[in-house]
């Protein structure tokens, strides 16, 4: 069997690097005839190290491209099985989510060890956990408390998920060297490990002044280095506290440092010296602890804090615990323990026998035995490109409301709270008015209507006496412009139009009327395409309700024909476009063509409909993943290189130019894109990232290079909840639905909404 492993690796400095060495090694040896193994090494990007020969290839942690080259290598090596070593600390991207990118790429079974497994994880490391528990066919953990983790908070199958402990050398076969470690006491106690606040080192030296009156020959050596990135940060401030504290309880002769990073055979010297063995760490939440690991492997005896792992680890007379931070107890506990040998040694006999089977060529032939499980039940476990409907989020509105005050829609959001500094704005107040009447039409929400007339209310403010509209507004109410963009003008228009094809009732349908036409006169004045668009689609909403007025029909014809002109002027063979550049909210534009092609059947509205949708298509959709412009932007004689700042909106338009070609063509290949373009919202994109928020039921804010933008404003969560009700629209109108849902209640709503439409 060839396996591939992915993690950090000796001679790197961490606890990672110790344990992918040793795991590498053990595999090795559990299955010398038929193993092949190799490794690709994390680089952090402070230092390059020189690695051992197993090591085939190195990523560095920020550099995405690698991650994808990395996976590349492994394909290509016909690998049987890849070996991942997760810690968030140690990939690149907001919580390490370039490992994502390399998972998706990989071709073969794949196994990931999960180091830390958190209580209350981030967003990010929620949906990462989550999205690797999707990727693995199996997902290794330390200890029990784990696997309920990855359960309950990161849904991953328990059928998925497997228990190997941490491995230690064997320290059954340990040689005495007596000219290492050797101390001016017979009562040695001791901590090792990375040094950092966390770890607890003063609870330990403020219980000493009690230990020492009743055993003044006593010593406590903290062996181990400053955590590199402590040290970065921080010098050895930590280690200097420490000295001092000890200086000012009177025990500073007492304390020794061993500073340096050890090899696992001086620290089996070091434990075997030990008298008691001491983790006085601050945090319950440590789910793994390998240095606790190594102290039972030792035999040592224990007295710890009850984090996680040493409440499993220490169960059964295995070890002593003491409260986090409390050194009176202790001390109390030290004292008792080194007046009492017998338990001592009855201590480090369970701990002894237990460790004898964390011993890495147990845990080498635990990883081959579930490597071959994998490989033979191996089934490709690639996220779906095309979600089932039926798996989509309940479709909420939680958010819009939290984001809606009498007067109108707030325009930005910190996180999910509302943000009042930035007041409101016309764009996100007409998409709103669009939503809330989409949702009413298909009935998926029975309180969307209520805020049609707050929405109303707020248009009606903004427009002024020459039928253009001012677009921002303080939390105060104050006018924060002259007159608007004409983008936000466009934008009223597709809303008035639409209201007027569907108002719930008749004063909702002749303020439309009212709103509309006191614009009207102004829409062969506008320039901007994009408003163009936009006004061409609430045209063509109006000429749904009234079919026959040729004067709209005229003025959809004549801006429709703008954008023909701009689309000739800058088009060519190889750049089918209307601009020089790709920027945002380009699928608005073919999205509007292909509306008026809809009612005018015109052969040249028509082909640059179908020209434009294929080459925008071709920019943004590419390896069934929706990849956007965002907001560095693609130009004709410069390609775009990075694609940083992607946004809802963008999304939402492609979804719906999708739903328009596939209603138009009934082609397949339109519904299916849809669907991709969709799945961007739930975590099929760059980063393989959800911006759609299950609990806050908002959208986030966009989709930087390496994380998601958490704001949730207006016009993210309007752009999902929109794009969801196209889906839902377009599964209703096709009946392809039917598979899924009741039938009889299907048909109803697809009656219901045709005779709508």
Known sequence: ???????????????????????????????????????????????????PEI?????????????????????????DVCIIQHEFGIFGGESGVFILSFMEQVKIPI??????????????????????????????????????????????????????????PDFSSLESDNQKFNYPSNKILGTFGFLGRSKGIETVINALPEVVKEHPEVIYVVMGQTHPNVKKDSGEEYRDYLKKLAENNGVAKNLLFEDGFFTEEDLKIFLNKLDLY?????????????????????????????????????????GKTFPFGDSPILAKTLCELLENPSEIATIKSNAFNYGKG??????????????????????????????????????????????????????????????????????????????????????????????????????????????????????????????????SFGRTIWAMGYLIRLAPNDSHFQFAKDVFFTSYHNFEEIKSIRAIASTIIGLYHFLKRYPDNEGVIHTMRSLTSKLIKQYNDESSEH?????????????????AIWHAYELTK??????????????????????????????????????????????????????????????ILKDNTYYTKMHIAFSWFLGNNDLLLPLYDDESNGCCDGLELTSVNRNQGAESTISYLLSYLTVWQTEIESASVDRFFDSNKVMATKTRILKAI
């Open 55 to 79: 090591v085939k290839q190195t990523i560095s942690q920020q550099v995405q491209s690698e991650y994808i080259a990395a996976a590349k290598t492994i394909n290509d090596s016909k690998a």
């Open 1 to 51: 069997m060839k396996i591939a492993i992915l993690g950090n690796f000796l001679p790197r400095r961490c606890g990672i690097a110790t344990f992918t060495s040793n795991l590498a090694e053990s595999i090795i040896a559990s299955n010398k005839k038929d193993t092949d193994v190799f490794v690709i090494a994390m680089e952090n990007g402070f230092k390059k190290h020189k690695y």
């Open 278 to 318: 001491i983790t006085p760490y601050l945090n319950e939440a440590q789910i793994t602890s390998g240095t606790i690991s190594y102290a039972i492997g030792a035999g040592a005896c224990i007295v710890s804090t009850p984090f996680w792992h040493a409440k499993e680890l220490l169960a059964n007379g295995r």
């Open 575 to 591: 750049w089918k476009w209307f601009e020089p550049v790709l920027s945002y909210d380009n699928a608005m534009l073919p999205l």
């Open 111 to 168: 196994i990931t060890t999960v180091h830390t497994v958190l209580k209350t994880p981030s967003y990010h490391e929620r949906h990462i956990i989550k999205k690797m528990g999707l990727l693995s066919q199996k997902m290794i953990v330390m200890s029990k408390m784990a696997v309920d983790f990855l359960q309950t908070i990161y849904q991953v199958p328990k059928q998925k998920i497997k228990v190997i402990e941490h491995g230690v």
């Open 358 to 487: 964390l011993y890495w060529n147990s845990i080498g032939a635990l990883y081959n035995d579930t490597l071959k499980i994998v490989v033979q039940n191996h089934e490709s476990v690639s996220s779906p490109q095309q979600p089932n409907i039926n798996a989509l989020p309940v479709f909420s509105m939680n958010h819009i409301q939290r984001l809606t005050d009498d007067f109108g829609i707030l325009e930005h959001a910190n996180y999910s709270i509302p943000d009042y500094k930035e007041g409101y704005c016309l764009d996100d107040n007409v998409r709103a008015l669009i939503l809330v009447l989409q949702a009413n039409k298909l009935e998926v929400d029975s309180n969307a209507n209520r805020l049609v007339d707050t929405y109303l209310r707020y248009i009606k403010l903004m427009q002024k006496e020459d039928g253009y509209f001012h677009n921002d507004m303080s939390f105060s109410k104050t006018f924060l412009d002259e007159t608007g963009s004409e983008d």
């Open 602 to 663: 015109d052969k040249e509205f028509y082909q640059v409909a179908i020209d434009s949708t294929t080459f925008l298509d071709k920019k943004t959709c590419i390896n069934n993943k929706l990849s956007l412009i965002g907001n560095s932007w693609d130009y004709k004689d410069q390609p775009q290189q990075i694609k940083g700042g992607q946004q809802p909106i963008d999304t939402m338009a492609m979804v719906m130019l999708y739903s328009k070609a596939y209603e």
